[in-house]
């Protein structure tokens, strides 16, 4: 059974810093594209970043351009999320997905509010 | 920047009635290696969405038959033949062919 369980998620002030991981079971890891979606609110799906099955390629919605990073760990069969430079505006459930051109896996999700 | 749009944004249904929701990206989504990566996805109230068409039309593992997608270049759409209780949610497309993928806005579907 393929799960993914991210982890990470919380309470952070404007400005601040937070990295959610996601760990993967029951597929090979290393095969697939990873991405990362987010969804305010109330609000619908956004897709944040992207990383290729060997992390060499990423890439990132505008919106959090140069703030946030992608990177994966094989070895761990991990994919993590590092945000800096937290705004309200990035508060959201964020889910890991599998299959950066059509996620056929997600995960439960985990959330981030950015508040003071 | 590509922009995917759905229509309409709400859709009150009859049990037992069809219904048709519209995709349209500002971009073609055929990808170099020929192929088209349109997906459709359902969200039900409070789970991760759930992936129903991917490549336009190929249906996922234990999606019923009553669900199908279709169209190509810039237009899609998902059909349901005959709408059941269990549909109720919001549904997306989502274009992966260009890095970053892209959602529509949600189209709410809801018994009348």
């Known amino acids: 059974e393929v799960q993914l369980l991210e982890s990470g998620g919380g309470l952070v002030q404007p400005g601040g810093s937070l990295r959610l991981s996601c760990v993967v079971s029951g597929l090979t890891f290393n095969s697939y594209a990873m991405g990362w979606v987010r969804q305010a609110p109330g609000k619908g799906l956004e897709w944040v970043s992207g990383?290729?099955?060997?992390?060499?390629?990423?890439d990132y919605a505008d919106s959090v351009k140069g703030r946030f990073t992608v990177s994966r760990d094989n070895s761990k069969n991990t994919l993590y999320l590092q945000m800096n430079s937290l705004r309200a505006e990035d508060t959201a459930v964020y889910y890991c997905?599998?299959?950066?051109?059509?996620?056929?896996?997600w995960g439960q999700g985990t959330l981030v509010t950015v508040s003071s | 920047d590509l922009v995917m749009t759905q229509s309409p944004l709400s859709l009150p249904v009859t049990l037992g009635q069809p219904a048709s929701i519209s995709c349209r990206s500002s971009q073609s989504l055929v990808h170099r290696d020929g192929n088209t990566y349109l997906n459709w996805f359902q969200q039900r109230p409070g789970q991760s969405p759930r992936r129903l068409i991917y490549k336009v039309s190929k249906r996922d593992s234990g999606v019923p038959d009553r669900f199908s997608g279709s169209g190509s270049g810039t237009d899609f759409t998902l059909k349901i033949s005959r709408v059941e209780a269990e549909d109720v949610g919001v549904y997306y497309c989502m274009q992966g062919t260009h890095w970053p993928g892209t959602f529509g806005q949600g189209t709410k579907v809801e018994i009348k």
């Open positions: 997905a599998k299959d950066a051109s059509g996620p056929d896996y």
């Open positions: 990383i290729s099955p060997g992390g060499s390629t990423t």
